[in-house]
C-alpha cells in the first residue's frame, strides 16, 4: 500500500528548516514547524514571512497565495503537536547527540506509521536510525539552501531502512517540485562530499597564498561557470556548518583532504560564519572587485599555444603587440608552471604565466622572480582584453584546474565505489549546486586524457596520494576511450 503523506511536522525552523517547510507549504500540505523556545519560533515565523513576502515583492506570488502558503504551517513549541504527523523532518543543529535525544522523543510521540527523516548534512542517518524502536521507517531527506531554489533533494536509505520507503519518499520529493537521488548512508552523501572537498581545498589553497579570495572566487565562477564562488558558497552554506561538514567527512574517510583547513577553525572561532552572522570570506556587502591594475605596459613579447588568439584580442581593444627581446613584459601562454622557461631569458623578472580560461577569465601567474609591476601590467592588459584577471602563483595547474581535477576525480572515484551511477552525480550537482553541468559531463568536455595529466601534474607537485588519477580515469585513457560513457 502506498503511504500518503499530508500532514508534515518540521523540528527546527533555521534557515534550512523554514526553507524546507515553505516548501512544503508551497506544494498544497499541512505543515505543523516546530522550535525549542518562543523565541526561536518567532525567528522562524520571521524566515517564512520574508521569504515569501520577497517572492509577492517580485511578483512571483500573489498576497492571497503568499496567505495560503502561510496558513498550511501552524507554528508550535510543543513536540507533542506531532503526534498525528505522516513525516516528520529534522533540521536541528549537526549535533549527533541532540539529534539521537530528538529521534527517542519523535519515536514515542508519533504515530506508529510515521516516517522520521533527518536532513543531516553528513551525519550517520543510520546511528540516528539505531535509537528509535522503528529504523525501518527512517530515511535522510537531504535539503540544499536554498531550499526553496535547489531542485535537489538526497533520499538516504540505511541498511536498516524497510524496502520501498525510499522510493515513497523520493516520489514525495517529486511532489514537492524536486528531483529525488536516493543513495547509501555514507558521510556527505553525495553532494557534501564532493562539493565540501572542493571548498576546503579552496580554503587551503587560500591559505597557501595561490590567489586570493576574490581571485579564486572569479575563477569558478566565470571561468567555470559556477553561481558562486567557494568563499561566496562557504559564506551561504555557513562556516560552522562547512566545518562540521568536514570533520564528520575526515572521522570516516582520514583523508587529509576532509580536515577542515586551519582558517574554517579560525575564522567559526571568531564567529565569522558567513551570511547568517553578516560576515565571513566575504563581508555583508558581497565580493568586493579586484583592484584594478594600471597597464604600464608598452611592448610585449607573447609565446605559445593561443598567443595569437590573446594578441587579436588586444589588437581589437586597441593595444599593439610588439614583439622582440627587449620588451616590457614577457607573456608564456601555458597551462602549466613557466618557471623553467626564466632561466633562458634575459630579463626573467618580466615573465608570467597566462592561461586564458573559458571567454571571461584569464590565470596570471607570477613566478618567483616575477617583479609586482610586471604582474599589474599584464592584469591590465588582460583587462583591456575583455577578460577578468586571476593574478597566481606559478604552481602546477594554477587556480581553476587545480580545483576543479581533484574534484573530478573524487566524482569518478565515488562512480567507482559503486555508491552512485553516473546520472544521478551528475544530476545531483546540477541540481543541488546549481553547476552548468555534472562532473562527467565535465570530464567529457575536458577530455579524460587532459584532466588524467592534469591530476598527475597535481600528484607530482603536492605528492597527496588522492591527486593521483584514479585507476578507472588512467585505465580508460590508456584504452583510448574518448568519453567515460563509453563504460555503459
Ligand atoms: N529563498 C527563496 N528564494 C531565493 C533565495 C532564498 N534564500 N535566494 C534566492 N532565491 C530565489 C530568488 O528570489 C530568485 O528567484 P526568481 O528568479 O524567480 O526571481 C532566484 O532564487 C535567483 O536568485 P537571485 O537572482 O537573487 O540570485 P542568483 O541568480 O544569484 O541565485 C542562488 C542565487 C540560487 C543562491 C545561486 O547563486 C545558486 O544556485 N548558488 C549555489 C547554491 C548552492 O550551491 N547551494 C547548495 C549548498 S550545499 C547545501 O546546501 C547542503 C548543506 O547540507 C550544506
Known sequence: ???????????????????????????????????????????????????????????RLTEAGRAEILGRVALTTSLEDLADADLVIEAIPEVMAFKRALFTDLDRICKPSAVLATNTSSLSVTEIAAVTARPGQVVGMHFFNPAPVMRLVEVIHTVTTAKGL???????????????????????????????????????????????RDGIDAAMRLGVGLPMGPFALLDLIGLDTSYEIMCALFQETRDRRHAPAPILREMVSAGLLGRKAGCGFHDGDGPSSQAVGKPSVNSVALMGEGAEEFAAQLSAAGFKVEFGDDADVVIAMSHTPVIELAAHLPHPHRLVGLHLVGEKVAEVASTVLTSPEVARGVEGLVRIAGRTPVLCKDRAEFVVDALLYPYLNDAVRMYDSGYAGMDDIDAAMRLGCGYPAGPFEMLDTLGLETVRDGLRALYAEYRDPSFAPAPLLDKLVTAGARSIRDLS
Do not use: Q
Not at 34 to 56: F, I, N, Q
Not at 197 to 212: D, K, Q
Open 1 to 59: 500500500m502506498t503511504r500518503s503523506f499530508e500532514k508534515v511536522g518540521i523540528v527546527g525552523l533555521g534557515t534550512m528548516g523554514a526553507g524546507i517547510a515553505e516548501v512544503f507549504a508551497r506544494a498544497g500540505l499541512t505543515v505543523v514547524g516546530v522550535e525549542a523556545d518562543p523565541a526561536a519560533l518567532e525567528r522562524g515565523r520571521g524566515h517564512l514571512e520574508g521569504s515569501t513576502g520577497k517572492a509577492v515583492a517580485k511578483g
Open 166 to 212: 525510499a522510493e515513497e519518499v523520493a516520489a514525495l520529493a517529486r511532489r514537492l517540485g524536486k528531483t529525488p537521488v536516493s543513495v547509501g548512508d555514507r558521510a556527505g552523501f553525495v553532494v557534501n562530499r564532493l562539493l565540501l572537498t572542493y571548498l576546503n581545498h579552496a580554503a587551503v589553497l587560500l591559505e597557501s597564498g595561490l590567489s586570493t
